[in-house]
């Protein structure tokens, strides 16, 4: 059984000279191998056949012989013309070469740069020397909280994209992307979801680029794989002791006694209770505590002497 040329444009037996090049047009743009470069070996075989189709149907002779003797029947035709036909006695089916129709359709150059040659630059068979041009990337911050970054999460992105249409026309479409944020992901860190951006026709669609950045913190900063904490201090409390009592970020509640006397640039250092190291999930960052010592704006006579007292060598 030969190809049924009508099904493959998708079209009825009444279809008008209009009604098939619309058909064309929009089937050609779509299965070109230029706007498939995934799937190339098919749609290089989809291509030449909708190519024949629109090439039969569209030449009065060869569609007067299909509609008789179907495609089989066109291509070994040596018979005398059918009746009430115009057929010449001395036709042959010569197909036509499917980059040629589509040249001659949309122009030498094709419909935005699409398809320049590509089966006459490779014998037919596949590839010829025109490499599909990518469109760059498109980078978009993806701000997340401390919270996120030291506990990991699944972020949900709804993106609005443009895209060519069959007929090359572009259109928007929306889709949901989803992001698994792993625990000690860092500022900078790329998530790259390939073709996932825009796509003009004739190019490959560009990669979706989400870069992270923090949310400032009211509490921690990040230093590296450490956390900052700042904590406020009178001068009393820096001679005599304090507890800090701190909320973690994932929610626990830490007590740091401090009950040596600190100085003026002193820190706290408590091991693994800063940010988790994404590499290597077991190991954790510092958490470092920081102190601003608030010395008193006045002293009256007696706190005077009595600090003389207390603090004076015996």
Not at 101 to 121: A, H, L, P, W
Not at 271 to 293: A, T, W, Y
Request: net charge positive; glycine share 8%.
């Amino acid at each position: 059984m030969g190809f049924d040329y009508y099904n493959v444009l998708k079209l009825n037996r009444n279809a008008t000279e209009d009604d098939m090049k619309k058909a064309y047009k929009r089937l050609a743009m779509k299965w070109h191998p230029d706007k498939n470069p995934v799937n190339k070996k098919e749609a290089e075989a989809k291509f030449k056949l909708i190519s024949e189709a629109y090439d039969v149907l569209s030449d009065p002779n060869k569609r007067q012989i299909y509609d008789l003797y179907g495609e089989e029947g066109l291509k070994s035709f040596d018979q005398a013309p059918p009746p009430n036909t115009n057929v010449g006695a001395s036709f042959k089916f010569n197909p036509r070469d499917a980059d040629d129709i589509f040249s001659e359709f949309f122009g030498s150059g094709g419909s935005d740069g699409v398809g320049k040659g590509y089966f006459r630059n490779n014998n037919h068979n596949s590839y010829g020397a025109e490499v599909n041009r990518k469109a760059a990337p498109v980078e978009s911050k993806l701000l997340c909280t401390l919270e996120e970054l030291y506990k990991g999460t699944r972020r949900k992105m709804r993106i609005s994209r443009s895209v060519p249409d069959d007929f090359g026309k572009p259109k928007t479409i929306e889709e949901i992307l989803k992001i698994d944020i792993k625990p000690g992901w860092k500022k900078g860190t790329k998530i790259t979801f390939p073709e996932k951006g825009n796509q003009e026709p004739g190019t490959i669609p560009a990669d979706l680029i989400f870069v992270v950045d923090e949310k400032p913190h009211p509490v921690f900063k990040r230093d590296g794989n450490d956390l900052v904490v700042n904590q406020k201090m009178s001068l009393l409390e820096a001679l005599t002791g304090k507890t800090i009592e701190l909320t973690t970020l994932d929610g626990r509640y830490l007590t740091v006694p401090v009950s040596d006397i600190v100085k003026p640039g002193h820190e706290v250092l408590i091991s693994d209770e800063g940010m988790p190291v994404s590499k290597e999930p077991n190991k954790r960052g510092n958490l470092r505590i920081k102190f601003d010592i608030t010395f008193p704006s006045r002293l009256t006579a007696e706190q005077k002497s009595d600090l003389k007292k207390a603090l004076s060598d015996n």
